[in-house]
Structure formats: structure tokens, C-alpha cells
């Protein structure tokens, strides 16, 4: 028989992922400290649970989706949480986006409790959310991942299982730390589009079709540094030179160029480094490890 699930945090990505479960005909118990939060689940035909406790004798499988690390263990570990009122048959997922070290204290009290366990935070925006087309990067133990894995196709378009517990939110960590670099990058960019009297629509469609896609771990670092490839391709040096010039470009335009400043530190030291400057761009991955003293990173090693 199917788990009934109970959804904790029914907000701006809990409230649309828990009616996409709920229209799917999912046996569902919401519970948000928000009471307002519950009710487009009830009309969905969702029981609405008074406390954690009540929501945990009532399901199968607890789904939390909470702003930060303090709610999440509040509400499984806390007293009058999910482990106090669980039972050994059960499983929890965690959908939030937390600190791992969070996520490895909740894995072994949960585990010691003989709860079943998996991280399984979110790629994508609150639009997929709505839709039910969201991504997990999902970490557990293969038996936890067959179970969960039904349940988050109901929510979702795309399950990467990334390995054990705790690896689900460490891929989202990175996976946001390049989003939300990027996103900073972008802001300076358009903005320097938008001082140089550029058509911010055609602007796009040309950085649309280019490597400004982040096409750099889509097809290029796949066919260049990390199968050993460092040959130019666009050299290092030029690379510099180029965001040199955006960078004087947007002085004289009045836009600061937090991130871009950092990136072309970053080029200046790798350029002034034996062999760097003549190297493929993509080799910066090659500068950076060795700066930290870690083995390059490359497929299959
Ligand atoms: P949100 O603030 O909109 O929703 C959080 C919900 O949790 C609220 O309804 C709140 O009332 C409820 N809540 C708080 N404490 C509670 C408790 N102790 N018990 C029960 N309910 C409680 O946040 P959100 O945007 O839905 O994000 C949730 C998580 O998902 C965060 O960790 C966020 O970083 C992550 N995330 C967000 C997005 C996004 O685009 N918004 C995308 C991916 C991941």
C-alpha cells in the first residue's frame, strides 16, 4: 500500500509541491504553523493536523519542507517532533535547504530511531514547483531512495539520486553556490548592457547562444580540461585581456563589478603563473585545485 505522506511547511515551494501530491490522489496531512498555509490542502482534500505529533501518528512518510536549519530539527528532532512520535516503519524527507552538518545529525537520530531518512532538496524555481516539474538531488540509502522515489515524482520531473545521505544537500550547495555566482555575474553584466544603451532582449539572445549559458560544465569542460585537454581553445591571456576591458568599461560607466573584479583577480594570478596564460581557459580548474594543493579534477580518476 502507498504511504500516506505528511507534509511540514506548506510555503512559497512546500504549498504547490504538496497539492501537486494531493491532486495525484496521495493519502495526505499538512501541517504548517501557518494555519492560512493549510487551507488550499483541505480543499484539496488534505487532513489538516494540529501539531507535528498529530500529523506523525497519522502518516507513513514525513515530508519537511522549512525555511532553515534550527526548523527542520526543531520539528524532527525537537520535543513533540516527528522521531519522539515516530514509528520504525517510517521515513522523513527533508526537501529543505540546510547546513549538512544538520542533515548528518538528523540521518543518524532518525537512523537510531529506525526511521528511514533521504535529503532530497530542490533545483529550480517555485513556477516549476507549480507545475510539478521540479528537481531533487536526492541523497540515501538505495532502499530509502526506492521509497521516496515514487513520491517525489509526483512533485517533480527530474530525481538525481547523488549517493548517500547527506549528499543531496551537499550537491545543492554547490549547485548554488555556481547558480548564485552566476546570477551575481548576470547582474553586472545586463547591467553594463543597460548603461551601454544595448536592446536587452537581443543582448540575451545572443549570450543565449553562447558559453554565458554556462555551457562551460554543459559541453565544454567535458570535452577539454577534464579529459585532460588544456590545449587552447580560448587562451587564459585573452581571457584576461576580455574582462579587463568589461571591467574599465563599467568604471567609467559607474557600475560596480563585485563579482567580475573577483574573476579577473583570479585571471591576473593565473596568467602571471608559469604556463597558465597560453592554457585553455577551462584549465582555471587546473589553477585553482593546485593552488589548493588538491589533485586536478578530471573524469573517471
Ligand atoms: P517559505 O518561507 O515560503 O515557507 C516555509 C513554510 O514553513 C511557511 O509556510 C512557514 O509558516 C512554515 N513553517 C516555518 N516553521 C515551521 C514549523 N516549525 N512547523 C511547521 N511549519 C513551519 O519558504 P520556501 O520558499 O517554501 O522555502 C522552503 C525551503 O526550500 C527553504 O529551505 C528554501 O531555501 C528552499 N528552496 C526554496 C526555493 C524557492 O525558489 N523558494 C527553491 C528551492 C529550495
Request: aromatic share 4%; charged share 20%; with cysteine.
Amino acid at each position: 500500500m502507498a504511504d500516506r505522506i505528511g507534509f511540514i511547511g506548506l510555503g512559497a515551494m512546500g504549498g504547490p509541491m504538496a497539492a501537486n501530491l494531493a491532486r495525484k490522489g496521495h493519502d495526505m496531512t499538512v501541517y504548517d504553523t501557518d494555519l492560512a498555509k493549510t487551507v488550499p490542502l483541505a480543499e484539496l482534500g488534505a487532513s489538516v493536523a494540529g501539531s507535528v505529533a498529530e500529523l506523525t501518528a497519522a502518516v507513513d512518510l514525513v515530508i519537511t519542507m522549512l525555511p532553515d536549519s534550527p526548523d527542520v530539527e526543531a520539528v524532527l528532532l525537537g520535543p513533540g517532533g516527528v522521531r519522539e512520535n515516530g514509528r520504525p516503519d517510517m521515513a522523513v524527507i527533508d526537501m529543505s535547504t540546510i547546513a549538512p552538518a544538520t542533515t548528518d545529525r538528523l540521518f543518524t537520530a532518525l537512523t537510531q530511531a529506525g526511521i528511514g531518512f533521504a535529503d532530497a532538496p530542490v533545483g529550480r524555481l517555485v513556477a516549476h514547483a507549480i507545475r510539478g516539474e521540479s528537481l531533487f538531488m536526492v541523497g540515501a540509502s538505495g532502499n530509502d531512495f526506492g521509497r521516496v522515489k515514487p513520491v517525489l515524482e509526483g512533485m517533480g520531473t527530474t530525481i538525481h539520486h547523488c549517493g548517500g545521505p547527506g549528499s543531496g544537500i551537499r550537491t545543492k550547495l554547490v549547485n548554488n553556490l555556481i547558480a548564485i555566482s552566476v546570477c551575481q555575474v548576470n547582474a553586472e553584466a545586463v547591467t553594463l548592457a543597460q548603461a551601454f544603451g544595448l536592446d536587452i532582449r537581443s543582448t540575451l539572445d545572443v549570450v543565449n547562444g553562447t558559453t554565458a549559458t554556462n555551457g562551460h560544465l554543459v559541453s565544454a569542460w567535458p570535452n577539454k580540461v577534464l579529459v585532460d585537454d588544456t590545449d587552447p581553445g580560448f587562451r587564459i591571456r585573452l581571457a584576461h585581456k576580455d574582462v579587463a576591458l568589461a571591467l574599465d568599461a563599467a568604471k567609467d560607466a559607474g557600475i560596480p563589478m563585485i563579482a567580475g573584479s573577483a574573476v579577473a583577480q583570479a585571471l591576473t594570478a593565473a596568467k602571471g603563473t608559469a604556463g597558465f596564460g597560453e592554457k585553455d581557459f577551462s584549465a582555471l580548474l587546473d589553477f585553482v585545485s593546485g593552488m589548493a594543493g588538491i589533485k586536478p579534477p578530471r573524469f573517471d580518476t
